[in-house]
C-alpha cells in the first residue's frame, strides 16, 4: 500500500505545474518569515547564496530535506520533499535551515564542513548534538510559529481598546510600546515552558540517531582511515572543539534567548550525548581514535577497523 501511494505522490507531483510549485514553496517560506527568527534563516540562506528547491527523488523515501555540499566548487544546496501542504513543508525547512545556521556558528564554510573534527569521537558527538539540536529546534519554531496568530489577537485588541479610548486618533508612542509589551509578554511568560521542552526534545531525539551515527561513522572511515586525507588545522579553517558545540543548543536572539543545556558540565554534556551510541559504533570509534592517535597506518590495524566497521554496519 506505502509504495503504491508513494507512486501516486510521485505521479501527482510530476504533473503540478511550474505555478503551482511556487505557489506551494511560496507559501512555505511565508509559513517562516512570520516568526523572526525563522526569517532569519531565510535571509542567511539569501546572503550565503543557498538555493532551495523541491526535490522529486525524495518522494517515497524516509527523507524531508537534505543539504547538498558540492565540495570541489562550495555550492550548496537545499532540497525540500514535496508535501501537499506548505505546513508539511515548512517543518522539513526549518530542520535543513538549522543546519545551515549551525554550521555558520561552527565557523564551517561549505568547502570546510565535515572537516573540522579533530577525531572520530568529535565527529560523532558534533553530528549527533547537531541533529538532535534540529528535531528540537523544528519543535520550538513550530510551537511559537502556531502560537503567533492568538498573540496577535490579543495584541490587536489591546491596539482596538486604545483607539477607541483615543477617538480613533493615532496611538501615542506610550501607547504603541503598551500594545507591543502584550506580544512580549505572551512570549516571555513561555520562555521557562520553552527550554524544558527544548531540553525534553533534544535528550529524547539522542535516543533515535542511529541511522545519523552510522553515516557519520562510515563519512569518517572513508575520509581518514580508508583513503586517509590530513585533518583540517586552524590555518585551514575552524577546528570545532566541544565549547563550539555546546553553543548550538540555544535557541532564540536577545530577551528570547534559550540556552538549554547549560546546566550541566562538559564531561557529563558529553557522556549524555554519547550515551546511546550503539556499542559496536562506539567500538570502532574509538579504535578509530587509537589508530590515529598512534601515527600510524600498519595494515593489521587498519583491517581490524575496516572489519569491525563492516559488521557494526549490518542491519
Known amino acids: 500500500m506505502k509504495h503504491d501511494k508513494d507512486a501516486y505522490s510521485s505521479f501527482r507531483w510530476t504533473w503540478t505545474s511550474a505555478a503551482k510549485r511556487k505557489q506551494l514553496m511560496d507559501e512555505t517560506q511565508r509559513i517562516l518569515s512570520i516568526w523572526p527568527e525563522t526569517r532569519a534563516l531565510l535571509d542567511l540562506a539569501a546572503a550565503e547564496k543557498v538555493p532551495i528547491a523541491f526535490a522529486d527523488n525524495l518522494i517515497g523515501t524516509d527523507t524531508d530535506g537534505v543539504n547538498i555540499v558540492n565540495r570541489t566548487t562550495g555550492e550548496r544546496r537545499i532540497d525540500i520533499k ?89 496611538l501615542s508612542e506610550e501607547q504603541e510600546n503598551e500594545v507591543s509589551d502584550v506580544m512580549a509578554k505572551a512570549i516571555t511568560e513561555r520562555l521557562p515552558a520553552e ?28 575520509r581518514y582511515i580508508q583513503d586517509p586525507i590530513d585533518h583540517m588545522t586552524e590555518k585551514q579553517g575552524h577546528v570545532v572543539a566541544l565549547a563550539d558545540i555546546r553553543r548550538l543548543c540555544m535557541a532564540g536572539d536577545g530577551p528570547t534567548q534559550i540556552s538549554y543545556m547549560d546546566d550541566v558540565d562538559d564531561k557529563a554534556f558529553a557522556a549524555l550525548v554519547m550515551k546511546d551510541v550503539a556499542t559496536p559504533l562506539a567500538d570502532v570509534t574509538g579504535l578509530m581514535d587509537a589508530f590515529e592517535k598512534a601515527g600510524t597506518r600498519h595494515v593489521k590495524q587498519k583491517s581490524e577497523i575496516d572489519a569491525r566497521l563492516k559488521a557494526a554496519l549490518k542491519p
Open 195 to 222: 527550554r524544558a521542552a527544548l531540553k525534553k526534545k533534544f535528550t529524547e531525539a539522542l535516543t533515535w540517531l542511529d541511522s545519523y551515527d552510522r553515516e557519520a561513522v562510515s563519512t569518517y572511515h572513508r
Open 82 to 170: 514535496p508535501y501537499k501542504k506548505p505546513e508539511d513543508c515548512a517543518i522539513a525547512l526549518i530542520h535543513e535551515l538549522r543546519h545551515l545556521w549551525q554550521d555558520k556558528q561552527l565557523g564551517l564554510t561549505a568547502l570546510t564542513r565535515g572537516l573540522g573534527e579533530k577525531d572520530a569521537t568529535t565527529a560523532m558527538l558534533l553530528n549527533r548534538v547537531k541533529e538532535a539540536d534540529a528535531f528540537a529546534f523544528t519543535d520550538l519554531m513550530i510551537g511559537r510559529i502556531n502560537h503567533f496568530p492568538d498573540d496577535f489577537k490579543k495584541m490587536e485588541s489591546v491596539r482596538a481598546a486604545l483607539l477607541f479610548l483615543n477617538r480613533r486618533q493615532p
